[in-house]
C-alpha cells in the first residue's frame, strides 16, 4: 500500500495568482502531489499534519548557482583538489536545501556525478540540472589562467578546471558542446561577454563570434538540450538571441530594443541582482574581489535594477538566480526581496518558482503544487506574497521543507 501524507487546512501558496487561496488540503502520495483541494478525506495509511494559520507554497527554484564556486577567490581554486571542492559543495547544497531551494540549476561547474550522486540519496541537495563546464573561448570569461601561465600549463585536476573549456573555432565550439552533452549536460552555458571576477577580460568585452554561438545552438537544439549565456552588455545579449540562445544570465546592461526582442522570441533572462549587491556589503577584501573585480562589481550593481525594470516593462520572462558563493550564501534567500524593490512580491515568488521551472522545462512538475507535480514544498509561517522577508528570515519563518514526499526538516511545531 502506498504511503500517504496529508496536509490539512494550510493557505495554499499558488504562484499563479497574487494572493494566498482558502485554507486547503493537500494529499501527497508517494512523493508526487496527488490531489488538492478543500476538505479531503485521509486515505487510511495517511500520515495527517495540521497547518492551519500556515502557508503551503512550492520549493524555491535557484537557476543560477555554481556548486563548486566556494573560494572567495575563483582563481584560488587552482590549488583546490577536485576531491576537497566536491566535498566542500555537499555542505553548500545541504544548506541550499534547509533555506527552501529544493532545487537548482548549477550554470558552470556541476556535473552528472553530483547530480546523479543527489539522486541516489548519497549528499543531502536539492534537485540538481546541471550544465558541466561552461564554453569559454581563450580570454575570456572562463579563462582564470593568470597572464603568467602559458597555453601548454595544465591544470586539469584543480577545482579550477571544473568551472570551464577553453574552445576556439567552430570546430572547437562543436566538439566542446557535443562533449558536455555526452557527459549529460541538462544544458549548455557559453560565455558571451566579460564578468566581475574574471581576470583579463574588459567587462564590455564582445566574446565569440556568431558563427561560433549558432554552432554551439545548433548542437544543443539537435540534441533537445538548450543554451544559455553569461552576458552583460546589449550587444553580446542581442548577439546571444538572434543566434538562438534561450535563456541570458546576468543581463544588467540590456536597452530597452534588446528586450523587446527577447520577449517576442519567448527568451529568458535570469537577473542576479544580489552577488553584486553582496559584493558591495562584504567589500573587496570579505568578498575576495580584487580592486579591478570590485570596480567591474559597482557597474553591474548600478545597471542592475534598471534592467530589472526594463525587462519588467517588455514582457521578458524573468526568473532567479543568485550566483553566489560559499562566503555569500547567507544571501540567498535575501535576494528575493531585494528583486522586489522593482518587481511585484508576486512577480518575484513566480520568477522562483513557475518561471524557473519553465527555464529547466520542468513545467507541472516543478514550481508548483498541482496534482501530478513532484511533492516538494514549504510550510512558512506568515504570508511572502505581503511580506518576502518571512523567506529572507528563513530560520525563523520557514517552518518546513520537504523534497519528494520527505521532510528534509521541520520544526517541532510542524509534527509529521
Same mark, same amino acid.
Given at each position: 500500500?502506498?504511503?500517504?501524507?496529508?496536509?490539512?487546512?494550510?493557505?495554499?501558496?499558488?504562484?499563479?495568482?497574487?494572493?494566498?487561496?482558502?485554507?486547503?488540503?493537500?494529499?501527497?502520495?508517494?512523493?508526487?502531489?496527488?490531489?488538492? !483541494?478543500?476538505?479531503?478525506?485521509?486515505?487510511?495509511?495517511?500520515?495527517?499534519?495540521?497547518?492551519?494559520?500556515?502557508?503551503?507554497?512550492?520549493?524555491?527554484?535557484?537557476?543560477?548557482?555554481?556548486?563548486?564556486?566556494?573560494?572567495?577567490?575563483?582563481?584560488?581554486?587552482?590549488?583546490?583538489?577536485?576531491?576537497?571542492?566536491?566535498?566542500?559543495?555537499?555542505?553548500?547544497?545541504?544548506?541550499? +536545501?534547509?533555506?527552501?531551494?529544493?532545487?537548482?540549476?548549477?550554470?558552470?561547474?556541476?556535473?552528472?556525478?553530483?547530480?546523479?550522486?543527489?539522486?541516489?540519496?548519497?549528499?543531502?541537495?536539492?534537485?540538481?540540472?546541471?550544465?558541466?563546464?561552461?564554453?569559454?573561448?581563450?580570454?575570456?570569461?572562463?579563462?582564470?589562467?593568470?597572464?603568467?601561465?602559458?597555453? $601548454?600549463?595544465?591544470?586539469?585536476?584543480?577545482?579550477?578546471?571544473?568551472?570551464?573549456?577553453?574552445?576556439?573555432?567552430?570546430?572547437?565550439?562543436?566538439?566542446?558542446?557535443?562533449?558536455?552533452?555526452? +557527459?549529460?549536460? $541538462?544544458?549548455?552555458?557559453?560565455?558571451?561577454?566579460?564578468?566581475?571576477?574574471?581576470?583579463?577580460?574588459?567587462?564590455?568585452?564582445?566574446?565569440?563570434?556568431?558563427?561560433?554561438?549558432? !554552432?554551439?545552438?545548433?548542437?544543443?537544439?539537435?540534441?533537445?538540450?538548450?543554451?544559455?549565456?553569461?552576458?552583460?552588455?546589449?550587444?553580446?545579449?542581442?548577439?546571444?538571441?538572434?543566434?538562438?540562445?534561450?535563456?541570458?544570465?546576468?543581463?544588467?546592461?540590456?536597452?530597452?530594443?534588446?528586450?523587446?526582442?527577447?520577449?517576442?522570441?519567448?527568451?529568458?533572462?535570469?537577473?542576479?541582482?544580489?552577488?553584486?549587491?553582496?559584493?558591495?556589503?562584504?567589500?573587496? !577584501?570579505?568578498?575576495?574581489?580584487?580592486?579591478?573585480?570590485?570596480?567591474?562589481?559597482?557597474?553591474?550593481?548600478?545597471?542592475?535594477?534598471?534592467?530589472?525594470?526594463?525587462?519588467?516593462? !517588455?514582457?521578458?520572462?524573468?526568473?532567479?538566480?543568485?550566483?553566489?558563493?560559499?562566503?555569500?550564501?547567507?544571501?540567498?534567500?535575501?535576494?528575493?526581496?531585494?528583486?522586489?524593490?522593482?518587481?511585484?512580491?508576486?512577480?518575484?515568488?513566480?520568477?522562483?518558482?513557475?518561471?524557473?521551472?519553465?527555464?529547466?522545462?520542468?513545467?507541472? +512538475?516543478?514550481?508548483?503544487?498541482?496534482?501530478?507535480?513532484?511533492?516538494?514544498?514549504?510550510?512558512?509561517?506568515?504570508?511572502?506574497?505581503?511580506?518576502?522577508?518571512?523567506?529572507?528570515?528563513?530560520?525563523?519563518?520557514?517552518?518546513?521543507?520537504?523534497?519528494?514526499?520527505?521532510?528534509?526538516?521541520?520544526?517541532?511545531?510542524?509534527?509529521?
Amino acid at each position: 500500500m502506498s504511503k500517504h501524507i496529508l496536509l490539512t487546512g494550510g493557505r495554499l501558496l499558488d504562484p499563479r495568482k497574487d494572493a494566498l487561496g482558502p485554507p486547503t488540503d493537500i494529499l501527497i502520495e508517494d512523493g508526487m502531489v496527488k490531489e488538492v !483541494a478543500e476538505h479531503l478525506q485521509a486515505p487510511p495509511d495517511a500520515s495527517c499534519i495540521d497547518v492551519r494559520g500556515r502557508t503551503v507554497m512550492p520549493g524555491l527554484i535557484d537557476a543560477h548557482i555554481h556548486m563548486f564556486m566556494n573560494e572567495m577567490n575563483i582563481a584560488a581554486l587552482a590549488g583546490v583538489p577536485q576531491t576537497y571542492a566536491t566535498a566542500k559543495s555537499t555542505m553548500v547544497l545541504r544548506q541550499m +536545501l534547509h533555506r527552501g531551494w529544493t532545487t537548482v540549476r548549477d550554470v558552470a561547474g556541476g556535473d552528472y556525478g553530483m547530480r546523479d550522486a543527489a539522486e541516489a540519496g548519497y549528499i543531502e541537495s536539492p534537485r540538481l540540472f546541471v550544465g558541466g563546464k561552461a564554453i569559454s573561448q581563450t580570454g575570456g570569461h572562463g579563462d582564470f589562467r593568470s597572464r603568467a601561465v602559458s597555453g $601548454d600549463d595544465c591544470a586539469c585536476c584543480t577545482g579550477l578546471a571544473l568551472f570551464s573549456t577553453l574552445a576556439d573555432g567552430v570546430p572547437e565550439v562543436i566538439k566542446a558542446t557535443r562533449e558536455q552533452l555526452r +557527459l549529460g549536460a $541538462d544544458h549548455i552555458k557559453i560565455m558571451l561577454s566579460g564578468g566581475v571576477a574574471s581576470p583579463n577580460d574588459p567587462l564590455d568585452s564582445i566574446q565569440y563570434r556568431v558563427d561560433e554561438i549558432a !554552432a554551439c545552438t545548433e548542437e544543443a537544439e539537435r540534441w533537445g538540450s538548450y543554451v544559455c549565456a553569461h552576458a552583460y552588455s546589449d550587444l553580446a545579449i542581442r548577439r546571444g538571441i538572434l543566434n538562438g540562445i534561450r535563456c541570458i544570465e546576468h543581463g544588467n546592461f540590456v536597452s530597452a530594443e534588446t528586450a523587446a526582442m527577447m520577449a517576442e522570441r519567448g527568451a529568458f533572462v535570469v537577473p542576479t541582482l544580489i552577488v553584486h549587491e553582496a559584493n558591495t556589503r562584504l567589500g573587496g !577584501a570579505a568578498s575576495g574581489k580584487s580592486p579591478a573585480s570590485m570596480a567591474k562589481n559597482e557597474r553591474v550593481r548600478v545597471a542592475g535594477l534598471a534592467a530589472l525594470k526594463v525587462y519588467r516593462e !517588455a514582457g521578458v520572462q524573468i526568473g532567479y538566480g543568485s550566483d553566489l558563493s560559499m562566503h555569500t550564501q547567507q544571501f540567498q534567500n535575501e535576494g528575493l526581496a531585494f528583486n522586489a524593490t522593482v518587481l511585484s512580491n508576486a512577480d518575484v515568488i513566480r520568477s522562483a518558482t513557475i518561471v524557473n521551472a519553465r527555464i529547466i522545462r520542468r513545467e507541472g +512538475l516543478l514550481g508548483e503544487l498541482i496534482a501530478g507535480a513532484h511533492a516538494d514544498l514549504l510550510i512558512v509561517d506568515g504570508d511572502p506574497y505581503a511580506n518576502l522577508d518571512v523567506l529572507s528570515r528563513h530560520e525563523d519563518h520557514i517552518l518546513a521543507v520537504m523534497q519528494a514526499g520527505r521532510f528534509v526538516r521541520a520544526d517541532p511545531a510542524i509534527s509529521p
